[in-house]
């Protein structure tokens, strides 16, 4: 059996006829760029997630900068990062001029460790990057709280977390701003490049608008140095397609998620955590943890089984983060984590039989 890591076909295969109409509807009104379509996206995605704002922007990455610069962080400034998560994070935060500090996941939860944030932090640290990767939320309370004693902003990066919670509210309301990816392989994913900043700060909402508009804030009249970062009228519809069945995805992914933590039984894999109430998790990607990764996912490939690495090497290790002068053995639990993920398939669409054949060859390891 050949199971891929991610397949989006089922999920287009359902929408197709919605998605095409989608696509006429745009081509009818021969209006691309900051139109109805996007208009109406931002509403609806900023009801579901529940804040005041949403402003569509090219990438998630330009998301997490656009943040950035609209609370002036900058040159001279630090911003504390998780030393596990996607580079965009911490690229979001070079761009803008500012210096990503790393602090360690706890390895159970592969998120920040809220415990050692406050030992980061300087005269110069303005904010904290709070990433809910892989779709699990991170310490929100112990982050807010922490950073209200310290006057610092909060971001969340939620490119990875569309649906998820805590403790009952939705990533992307739960700091002073997020940002969002839609990259088509994300939970809600356009069809192409996308992004979107969720905030109820009227004032950022603003600026980032203007932002990401040549620093317009009226056609032709400038009122900073801004980029062009906008979610085209062709994806915001997409997306508008999509969103409604959001939730019916995720819950796909979690019964997938379920049947994998209860019956993936094999001691030289460790699973990660459950989805509760606390923290529900939407499962982006399923990471499993073994210290023969390499041999596993060796084993897996000649199975017909697809897996990624989330990811496979720290930040501080790369050699665009050379000039951080962070030595290997310094940040552990990154390198830990670097040296023994495996992601396995997971997405909307995967059959009962197919899950059946993951656990059982992962039970057959070893
Ligand atoms: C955690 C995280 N942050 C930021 C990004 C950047 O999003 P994008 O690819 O849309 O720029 C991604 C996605 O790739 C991500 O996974």
Excluded at 145 to 163: N, P, W
Excluded at 243 to 268: C, F, H, S, T
Excluded at 337 to 347: A, G
Aim: glycine letters at 8%.
């Amino acid at each position: 059996m050949e199971i891929p890591f991610a397949d989006l076909r089922p999920m287009h295969d359902e929408l197709r006829s919605e998605l095409d109409a989608a696509y006429k509807k745009v081509m009818d009104n021969s209006w691309f760029i900051q139109g109805k379509e996007l208009e109406a996206f931002e509403k609806e995605f900023a009801a579901y997630v529940g804040v005041k704002h949403c402003i569509g922007v090219a990438t998630g990455l330009d998301a997490l900068y656009l943040i950035l610069k609209a609370y002036g962080i900058g040159a001279g400034d630090e911003v504390i990062v998780p030393s596990n998560t996607f580079i965009a994070t911490a690229l979001a935060v070079s761009y803008a001029g500012a210096t990503p500090v790393f602090v360690e996941p706890k390895i159970e939860t592969f998120n920040i460790d809220a415990a050692l944030i406050e030992a980061a932090i300087t005269p110069k640290t303005k904010a904290i990057m709070a990433v809910q990767l892989q779709g699990r939320c991170s310490d929100m309370d112990e982050i807010n709280r922490i950073a209200e004693k310290h006057g610092l902003k909060v971001i969340e990066d939620a490119a990875q977390a569309h649906g998820a919670k805590y403790k009952g509210k939705k990533a992307g309301a739960l700091g002073d701003a997020a940002g969002f990816s839609f990259y088509p392989g994300k939970n809600l994913g356009a069809l192409g490049d996308g992004g979107c900043v969720t905030t109820d700060d009227d004032e950022l909402a603003a600026k980032v608008r203007a932002l990401g508009n040549y620093g317009s804030d009226y056609k032709y009249h400038h009122i900073y140095k801004g980029t062009n970062s906008r979610l085209d009228e062709m994806q915001a519809a997409f997306l508008r397609v999509k969103l409604p069945y959001l939730d019916k995805w995720n819950e796909a992914r979690r019964k997938v998620a379920a049947r994998y933590l209860a019956e993936i039984k094999n001691p030289l894999i460790k699973l990660p955590l459950a989805t509760s109430e606390d923290y529900e998790h939407i499962y982006h990607v399923f990471v499993i943890r073994c210290n023969k990764r390499d041999e596993l996912e060796k084993y897996l490939a000649d199975n017909g089984i697809h897996t990624v690495k989330h990811y496979p090497i720290p930040m501080h290790m790369q050699k665009a983060y050379a000039e951080l002068q962070i030595l290997e053995g310094n940040l552990p639990i990154a390198e830990e984590i670097s040296r023994t993920v495996l992601s396995i398939p997971m997405y909307y669409g995967m059959t009962m039989d197919q899950v059946d054949y993951v656990i059982n060859r992962l039970n057959k390891f070893g």
